[in-house]
């Protein structure tokens, strides 16, 4: 398109197209391809078998890495977002996070089911003091001060996958597995926004993966008949 319009402005120069034709045609849009939805949905069998290693694993790393999945998976959170929380922002009797989100805003999610009993055995080990929910635990299982790094959430998801025999997944794809999950169990699309603190709700639309789904369903209806090949005989 640069390249046309390029031409057509020299034209224009020229005198060879008069003001009114190459006014029209530089306003032509530009024609805007379509792509697949970026990332993956992790399925509810892999989400299993990562809970199920954390729960195996008997140090402080393996509770807390369980409440960290349980938080990125039950309620969506970037891991930008995840590790600004700190102990005073849950109250565990309601299941009530206040998150602080892009752009300094505050806002309340809710931790419920697994995610909310995995969060309270990591508390059963961190201890209610005030201060970052996530501090960093070392390779013999001595919990530091501070909080760890949005890296370290990255690392939490690769290592725990690898452990698990799980296809290798970013902390952002827990949050696409979340309004898929909610989607797909009928929640209003508009109420699914919300709840990932999306301003627009085309944006929680590219997180949909229902479509895909239901074109798997449909290609499935298509019937190719199978022969296993005849090996020869020796």
């Known amino acids: 398109r640069a390249a046309v319009t390029?031409?057509?402005k020299?034209?224009?120069?020229?005198?060879?197209?008069?003001?009114?034709r190459y006014l029209r045609a530089k306003s032509v849009r530009r024609a805007r391809g379509s792509a697949l939805p970026a990332g993956r949905e992790v399925a509810q069998g892999e989400l299993y078998a990562l809970m199920r290693v954390c729960a195996e694993d008997p140090s402080a790393a393996g509770r807390r890495d369980a409440a960290i999945l349980g938080l990125l998976f039950g309620a969506g959170l970037r891991r930008s977002t995840l590790v600004l929380v700190a102990r005073e922002d849950y109250d565990e009797a309601t299941g009530a996070l206040r998150v602080r989100a892009k752009g300094n805003k505050e806002h309340l999610v809710y931790v419920t089911g697994g995610a909310h009993q995995v969060l309270a055995d990591w508390l059963a080990v961190r201890g209610n003091e005030a201060g970052p929910l996530w501090p960093p635990i070392s390779q013999r299982g001595v919990i530091g001060d501070g909080g760890i790094t949005s890296h370290a959430v990255y690392k939490v998801c690769a290592k725990r996958a690898r452990q698990a025999?799980?296809?290798?997944?970013a902390p952002h794809d827990a949050r696409r597995t979340f309004v898929s999950q909610l989607l797909d169990a009928g929640a209003d699309l508009a109420a699914v926004a919300d709840l990932a603190r999306h301003s627009d709700v085309n944006t929680t639309r590219r997180y949909d993966r229902r479509g895909e789904r239901a074109k798997k369903q449909a290609a499935q209806r298509v019937f190719v008949p199978y022969v296993a090949p005849i090996t020869a005989s020796v």
Do not use: M
């Open 6 to 8: 390029g031409v057509l």
């Open 165 to 169: 025999a799980v296809r290798g997944f």
């Open 10 to 20: 020299v034209a224009w120069q020229l005198g060879l197209v008069d003001s009114d």
